[in-house]
């Protein structure tokens, strides 16, 4: 099993940045892709950007591209999501998602292990 656990969320001013953060834990691997999920009110979970294991490899969704930067640190098993120009579109839960294969997946059913999610709420 792996735990991952969220964390950098909150309440931030339209145009603001924050750093999201999470931490991989248990029967880890750095071979896996891992990914940022969201999910807004009265919406369905969407990706929002997705890394392979290596980093080469990067998916963002076009309504954060330009604004939203993935990355990974394998040492600490630890992906990162940077957020920044954030408006009121963007606040939802995030949630971080990881899976077995190396490769991208732009589904959350091809995702293996999910964490707790943590809130962003972005203030107009």
């Known amino acids: 099993q792996v735990q991952l656990v969220e964390s950098g969320g909150g309440l931030v001013q339209a145009g603001g940045s924050l750093r999201l953060s999470c931490a991989a834990s248990g029967r880890t691997s750095s071979n896996g892709a891992m990914a940022w999920f969201r999910q807004a009110p009265g919406k369905e979970r969407q990706l929002a950007a997705a890394i392979n294991w290596s980093g080469g490899s990067i998916y963002y969704a076009d309504s954060v591209k330009g604004r939203f930067t993935i990355s990974r640190d394998n040492a600490k098993n630890t992906v990162y999501l940077q957020m920044n120009s954030l408006n009121a579109e963007d606040t939802a839960v995030y949630y971080c998602?990881?899976?077995?294969?190396?490769?991208?997946?732009?589904?959350?059913?091809?995702?293996?292990?999910w964490g707790q999610g943590t809130q962003v709420t972005v203030s107009s």
């Open positions: 998602a990881a899976r077995g294969w190396s490769n991208i997946a732009t589904r959350d059913n091809e995702y293996d292990y």
